[in-house]
C-alpha cells in the first residue's frame, strides 16, 4: 500500500467563509453559532471566520461561488434550513440548493460544505440545530477543518 492521506481537525492558520441563509433564522442561528464554536475550538481564530447572511436557502450557491473565487478561504460551510411545506416550492430550493452547492465544491479549489437542513417539520430542524440530534453546523464545521487540511495536504503544502 502506498501512502494514506486524511485530513486532522486542527484549525490554525484556516480562514472560512460561512454563508447563512435568514430564513427559518431561528434554526439558521443555531447551526452557525454551532459552527463558530466548533471552528474556534478547533483553532480557527474568531477574526479568520467570515459571515455572509442571504436571504434563504437558494442563494447560498451564489455566495459560496463568489467566496470560492476570492481566493481569501481555506473551506466554505453553507448553512441554512428548509422546511417542507404543503407546496413543490420545498423540493424546488433544496434541489437547486443541493446542486449549487455541489457545483460550487467540484468547481472550488477548496471544499464547500452542504450544512442545509432539509426537513418535514420545524421540531426536526430544531433538533439537528442544537437539539436532540446534534448540531449539523457544529458537524459541518468539523469537516470544514478536515476537509481543508486534506485539501492542503493533497497540493503538498502539509
Given at each position: 500500500m502506498g501512502r494514506m492521506i486524511e485530513g486532522h481537525l486542527n484549525g490554525d492558520g484556516l480562514r472560512v467563509g460561512i454563508a447563512v441563509a435568514r430564513f427559518n433564522a431561528i434554526v439558521g442561528d443555531r447551526l452557525l453559532g454551532g459552527a463558530i464554536d466548533t471552528l474556534v475550538r478547533h483553532g480557527v481564530a474568531e477574526e479568520a471566520i467570515d459571515v455572509v447572511r442571504v436571504p434563504g436557502a437558494f442563494e447560498l450557491p451564489g455566495v459560496a461561488r463568489r467566496l470560492a473565487a476570492s481566493g481569501d478561504y481555506q473551506a466554505i460551510l453553507c448553512l441554512g434550513v428548509v422546511v417542507r411545506g404543503?407546496?413543490?416550492?420545498?423540493?424546488?430550493?433544496?434541489?437547486?440548493?443541493a446542486r449549487g452547492i455541489a457545483e460550487a465544491a467540484f468547481e472550488g479549489p477548496m471544499p464547500v460544505l452542504f450544512g442545509v437542513l432539509t426537513t418535514d417539520t420545524m421540531?426536526?430542524?430544531?433538533?439537528?440545530?442544537?437539539?436532540?440530534?446534534g448540531n449539523k453546523g457544529a458537524e459541518v464545521a468539523e469537516n470544514a477543518i478536515e476537509?481543508?487540511?486534506?485539501?492542503?495536504?493533497?497540493?503538498?503544502?502539509?
Open positions: 404543503d407546496t413543490p416550492h420545498f423540493d424546488h430550493v433544496c434541489q437547486g440548493a421540531e426536526q430542524a430544531m433538533d439537528r440545530a442544537g437539539g436532540k440530534a476537509m481543508a487540511n486534506l485539501y492542503r495536504q493533497l497540493r503538498g503544502e502539509e
